[in-house]
């Protein structure tokens, strides 16, 4: 690889996993505009859970299929069909067609994070992807406080359309980077495709993922529905695992597994997710609901977050070099434990302050740790290895906030309705009248009082699970000891 050529290459890569980060951020902010004009609102989080699930059932078959067919080809292809899948979204008519494009969209980004991480792990030395990987993960952090700013100017100017159109010239320019300046070795093996394998995941993995979205909601848990679906969802998920030990040439390889950098690392990285989803769906709700700030003052108290994971991941490069995976990963987790600790502990009276602060020491800890996990796994495999172990990272991660979606989303529902059980006026669709200044003041202060302790009791108890999860990742993170520092690359 030429010198020169290697930062054009980390441009194109930078471009395309900002174009894939600010997705789930600038929707988010134009969704009560596209709700008000397409209607639909009943299957308003279906917008975010058909994203979410074709972009985390696939993100296991790209990383495969890189280390088949290349980095280039793989990309090229997701790509493509993220920005088809953006297109379409952009001319939907309807709620339904809207979610149908947001699957293709999902498909197609399910390629890039894990693709785009996975090229710089191939271009830059053990020594140097301490340091890029570090500007990598800082994406994630921009995208989160650039997207809802582009997405407000976006749907009051020119509409919600160019939500999605936003994607289509930065998407090409990283394509056209990627094919022009990024050249691979020669592959002279004929690449065979676990098609089973890939089949039985999707099947289960959609399975599952379909019961924790819709269980509770549209049928009960405990329903002939729910029993249906995890019986397909286990039967599927044992024929992929048998389907995976007979391949020749596995989707997932099951050996990567016993490798402690990555064992240690992805099971960290699903308790990080669940963490992640819990503090950026539930924060604004607290802050404008029970403390009665503006959404102003709520979005800044999950901005801070965005900041403290970026500073982090480019300290967090540096560090690994000078105190190694184990030290470094351990710092993280301790950030996590000390932000989740203090949500538990925030009252009303505690103020914004509390909450900005918290959700900084959440970002910083997730900028420790995912920098320094990513580097850990792709210097512990080989270059054919390399894109099934970075994918395997990026699916327990997208996992665990799949996972986190439905279990704290369930914890909240049952948090409130044990509170409000008492109150035969007040029901969960009551809560929405505290969130926002308008009807906050025609309710009667008894009523907002009760809504208000209810609401706090329930975050509470769903920090208290993110809190757990802290404590589960901080443990695990000793997995990693021994790992002192960054290790000659394995070829």
């Keep these: 690889m030429e010198q020169t050529k290697r930062p054009l290459i980390l441009i194109a890569v930078m471009l395309a996993m900002f174009v894939s980060a600010v997705e789930a951020t600038i929707v988010s902010t134009a969704m009560p505009s596209i709700a008000a004009d397409l209607g639909g609102f009943s299957k308003y989080s279906w917008v975010f859970s058909a994203y979410l699930l074709m972009s985390t059932v696939t993100v296991l078959l790209y990383g495969k299929l890189a280390d088949l067919l290349g980095r280039k080809a793989v990309f090229t292809f997701g790509m493509l069909l993220f920005l088809i899948g953006s297109l379409l979204c952009g001319l939907a008519d309807s709620m339904e067609q809207l979610i149908a494009f947001r699957f293709i969209q999902g498909a197609g980004a399910g390629a890039i994070m894990p693709i785009a991480s996975t090229i710089v792990g191939d271009i830059y030395s053990p020594e140097e992807r301490a340091k890029i990987q570090g500007y990598l993960s800082s994406v994630w952090g921009i995208s989160a406080i650039a997207g809802p700013a582009i997405g407000g100017v976006l749907v009051a100017t020119i509409g919600w359309q160019y ?88 989707m997932m390889p099951f050996e990567i597994w016993q490798n402690r950098a990555i064992l240690y690392a992805n099971l960290v990285s699903l308790a990080t997710g669940i963490i992640l989803i819990g ?52 710092l993280g987790g301790s950030f996590l434990l ?76 049952s948090s409130l309705l044990n509170r409000l059980d008492d109150s035969s006026n007040l029901s969960l669709e009551s809560v929405n009248s505290i969130l926002s200044i308008d009807s906050r003041v025609q309710l009667p202060e008894a009523d907002k009082l009760v809504l208000q302790e209810a609401l706090a009791f329930g975050l509470r108890n769903v920090y208290s699970i993110a809190f757990l999860c802290a404590l589960v990742s901080f443990l695990l993170i000793f997995g990693l000891r021994g790992l002192k520092g960054v290790k000659p690359d394995v070829k």
């Design 279 to 330: 503090i950026s769906s539930y924060l604004p709700a607290y802050v404008t609901g029970v403390m009665e700030q503006p959404a102003a003052i709520a979005g800044f108290t999950l901005t801070t977050m965005s900041i403290g994971w970026p500073i982090a991941s480019v300290l967090s490069g540096r560090l690994l070099i000078s105190i190694g995976y184990f030290r470094t990963s351990l």
């Design 338 to 413: 000390i932000g989740t600790a203090l949500f538990v502990t925030m009252q009303p009276g505690f103020g914004p302050l509390w909450a900005g602060m918290s959700s900084f020491f959440v970002g910083v800890g997730m900028g420790l740790t995912s920098t320094a996990f990513i580097v850990s796994i792709q210097s512990a495999v080989s270059y054919d290895k390399r894109g099934a172990a970075t994918a395997s990272n990026m699916f327990m991660r997208n996992l665990g906030s799949t996972i986190g979606v439905a279990l704290l989303g369930s914890i909240l529902n």
């Design 163 to 250: 939500v999605f159109w936003v994607n289509l010239p930065l998407g090409i320019l990283s394509l056209l980077g990627i094919l022009v300046y990024l050249k691979e070795p020669v592959r002279i093996e004929r690449a065979k495709v676990d098609y089973r394998g890939a089949l039985c995941l999707t099947i289960a993995l959609s399975s599952v993922l379909y019961l924790l979205i819709e269980g509770g909601v549209s049928f009960g848990w405990l329903s002939a529905p729910s029993y249906y679906l995890a019986i397909i969802g286990a039967l599927f998920m044992f024929w992929f695992v048998k389907a995976e030990r007979a391949s020749s040439d596995p």
